[in-house]
């Protein structure tokens, strides 16, 4: 035996895939060695590769995200299209048409090929379990005194060959498959059939029929089941504005429901997650019956009849199409609309599956594919508009959500679960701008449209009104337009940190009473009385003065010039950096320095910053302010970012929204900022000004704020609370800098 081996050279075509493997490996290299702000940290590379650094992969991901329903493609055909089913199996649709062709098309709307029956269908239905397909052929059949109609039921193969026919003397109207039972369900005049397939799944043959003589003379339009694969599944006839329940094993009459409607009923949904049936008339109502008859839900938006309902793909809601050229989605946690879809004409069917995430919206002679997005899910029932979101500012305490609502009440939200913790509640009459939740004390703060201000003690729930400080006759008459919580970070929180990090001989005691659950003891020996960590109350007025409240009696303390003669817009504190952040309608926001147990000067001035429009909210991260501004004279409505430095990151004025900013937030683990603007889009940017992500929402926004350290976003939409995912609008440099980051226990 030879023992000489050929080693053969490499080719051309192997080489290239060698490179193209090892750029491969270099840009994953790169992804995750991202610096803090996403710009890359370079590499070394190979003097012979330095080319490959312009030829490697582009990020492909989209910097514009939408929610809700959103159009991806359509397809016609030549005729008005009968009817349409969607084969799980072999993820096409099937498109039934006047001509009696039926066209086969992919999930994304091309088209595959087409079929020429011998048969003129009205009705088709698709028996997945077995891959058989049913066709309903109605005809007329004429005698000498009368015409009668008769029906045809026609089983093909899954190629659409004829394998047989079972005619019927009496008209079915529909029929449809019942994969809990494996049988095909019908209805017609007086009769509700369940077919079976035998004979090695060639002939259709009807297994049990309805035998009651009160449905002996009841013209069925339309046939639905629960989803219950038990023994007391149950079957739904409708017929005018009645519904028949039958037994699915026997189709015995269980029971009748009359009148559900005012007028006749046009479509209806059996919605499982929830056990209960939804009905819609052509009164352009949809109501929502649970297992006890009884109303549960009535939704009103359609002005003309509701032509289809259908299962929204994620989360529980429905979808609706009515010949007033409207596709709606109706919630069924809140009970009410959660979006619309305008069409060129009335959507005769709408098709769609839980967990598949195409809709298709049947029209005369073509249909209409929509992709289902979801950005944003339910996070909390409010039941009124939240007008802002302020998570509690101490490092080192609880994390809370407080939400100040249009109705005068404020709610203490948990940012983990959602759970609403507290409720103050003043009035309608008492409407809330603003509200502050300070942990420590465990009391609310609450600036009221009338200069007032209400102090709340949370100990209790609903809250108990300690203090109601009327400020009418105060500040020469004017109005209070802004306020803010400072709390002072020191003493105890500094004791906190460097107890568990520091292994001085000076703080082994600590450490030691950390063990033993006595650091309140330790602190209040170590740390005299007079140097606690004092909490401040500023409030900003419309004469651009700043004054401090005592939180106690409610007295002014303290009052100083901000912006002269300007209305100060907002006030935010910076602990972090003993500062105070004043923002008025002279065009400048300006940074104080705060000493909290200075007898004189507690507040003195650092440095001011100019913008070409009114600032009108602002966020800290850290040592990073972001400033939303304003000119609606010009259209300018830009956010800006400034560092102690007084450096700023500018960016294109295309990243900016294009309509009033609403709301800003700012999450110190990701040193990502927020904004929320009139425009439904909430925006994400670095903490160096750049804008990664737009999340066009689709809906009226009242205020944003980031929930945790992970980076999920919590926003006011409508009467409720709905939380943003990190998962959903990270792009892959955060997803692994989230990864790499060490994230703190979330206190629950």
């Not at 109502?285 to 009103?300: A, G, L, R, T, Y």
């Not at 793909?313 to 199409?321: D, H, L, Q």
């Not at 109706?330 to 009335?346: F, G, K, M, Q, R």
Request: glycine letters at 4%.
């Amino acid at each position: 035996m030879s023992a000489d081996v050929q080693v053969k050279p490499f080719s051309a075509r192997q080489r290239n895939a060698s490179k193209i493997k090892a750029r491969a490996a270099w840009t994953h290299l790169e992804e995750c060695v991202k610096g803090q702000d996403g710009d890359e940290v370079p590499v070394r590379r190979h003097a012979r590769d330095k080319s490959s650094k312009d030829n490697r992969p582009k990020d492909k991901q989209k910097k514009v995200l939408l929610h809700g329903m959103q159009y991806s493609n359509s397809f016609s055909v030549a005729d008005p299209i009968l009817d349409i089913l969607y084969n799980e199996i072999a993820e096409e649709y099937v498109v039934l048409d006047e001509s009696n062709t039926l066209s086969f098309y992919r999930q994304d709307g091309h088209h595959i090929f087409n079929v020429l029956l011998d048969d003129q269908l009205a009705k088709l239905a698709f028996m997945s379990h077995q891959m058989r397909y049913v066709g309903l052929v109605k005809q007329q059949v004429y005698s000498e005194e009368e015409s009668d109609e008769a029906s045809t039921l026609v089983l093909y193969s899954k190629n659409f060959e004829v394998l047989s026919k079972y005619h019927e003397n009496i008209p079915i109207q529909t029929i449809v498959y019942n994969p809990f039972r494996r049988m095909l369900l019908s209805c017609g005049l007086g009769n509700v059939t369940a077919w079976a397939l035998h004979y090695e799944d060639t002939h259709l043959i009807p297994e049990v029929s309805s035998k009651s003589s009160e449905v002996a003379l009841v013209d069925f339009s339309m046939v639905l089941f629960e989803h219950n694969a038990g023994y007391n599944q149950q079957v739904f006839s409708i017929s005018q504005n009645n519904c028949f329940v039958f037994k699915a094993q026997t189709l015995d009459l269980k029971q009748t429901k009359r009148s559900l409607h005012v007028r006749n009923i046009s479509c209806a949904l059996y919605f499982n997650p929830a056990k209960c049936l939804l009905t819609g008339s052509i009164d352009g109502s949809i109501k929502m019956w649970d297992e006890n008859w009884c109303v549960k839900v009535v939704f009103v938006g359609h002005n003309n009849p509701v032509s289809s309902l259908s299962v929204y793909p994620n989360g529980p809601f429905v979808i609706s199409s009515s010949s007033d050229n409207s596709i709606r989605v109706w919630s069924l946690e809140t009970s009410d609309e959660s979006a619309i879809i305008d069409v060129h004409s009335e959507a005769k069917m709408l098709i769609s599956h839980s967990g598949f995430r195409s809709v298709a919206a049947v029209f005369d002679a073509e249909v209409y594919l929509y992709t289902a997005e979801d950005l944003f899910s339910l996070f909390t029932s409010i039941g009124e508009p939240v007008k802002k979101i302020r998570k509690t500012s101490r490092y080192f305490d609880y994390r809370r959500l407080t939400c100040s609502c249009e109705d005068g009440s404020v709610r203490i939200v948990c940012p983990n679960t959602g759970n609403v913790l507290g409720t103050v509640l003043l009035g309608y009459e008492d409407r809330v701008k603003d509200s502050y939740f300070v942990s420590r004390l465990n009391y609310t703060f609450c600036l009221l449209e009338g200069n007032e201000i209400v102090k709340a003690n949370m100990t209790s729930n609903p809250a108990v009104l300690t203090d109601r400080w009327n400020f009418k006759d105060h500040f020469r008459g004017h109005k209070i337009t802004c306020f803010c919580i400072y709390e002072h970070i020191g003493g105890k929180e500094i004791l906190k940190e460097e107890a568990t990090q520091s292994s001085k001989d000076l703080w082994k005691g600590v450490v030691r009473a950390v063990e033993t659950a006595e650091l309140e003891r330790a602190v209040s020996e170590l740390i005299p009385e007079n140097m606690q960590n004092p909490v401040l109350l500023f409030v900003g007025l419309d004469d651009g003065d700043v004054c401090l409240v005592d939180i106690e009696a409610g007295s002014v303390t303290f009052e100083m010039t901000a912006h002269e003669m300007s209305k100060i817009t907002c006030i935010v504190a910076n602990p972090e950096f003993d500062q105070l952040i004043t923002a008025g309608t002279d065009k400048v926001v300006k940074v104080w320095k705060v000493s909290p147990f200075a007898e004189v000067d507690t507040v003195v001035s650092q440095f001011p910053i100019f913008f070409p429009g009114t600032p009108t909210h602002v966020c800290c991260l850290k040592n990073k302010i972001m400033v939303a501004y304003q000119d609606s004279s010009v259209g300018l409505y830009a956010c800006s970012i400034q560092t102690q430095e007084k450096s700023r990151f500018d960016h294109p004025r295309t990243d900016d929204h294009t309509d009033k900013v609403i709301s800003v937030a700012a999450s110190v683990k990701m040193k990502l900022f927020a904004t929320a603007g009139e425009d439904e889009t909430v925006r994400i940017w670095t903490d160096h000004g750049r804008l990664i992500r737009v999340l066009r929402l689709n809906a009226p926004l009242f205020s944003v704020e980031f929930a945790n350290d992970s980076g999920d976003i919590v926003i006011g939409i409508g009467d409720h609370l709905y939380r943003i995912a990190h998962t959903s609008y990270f792009t892959k440099n955060l997803l692994y800098k989230a990864l790499t980051i060490a994230l703190d226990d979330l206190k629950i």
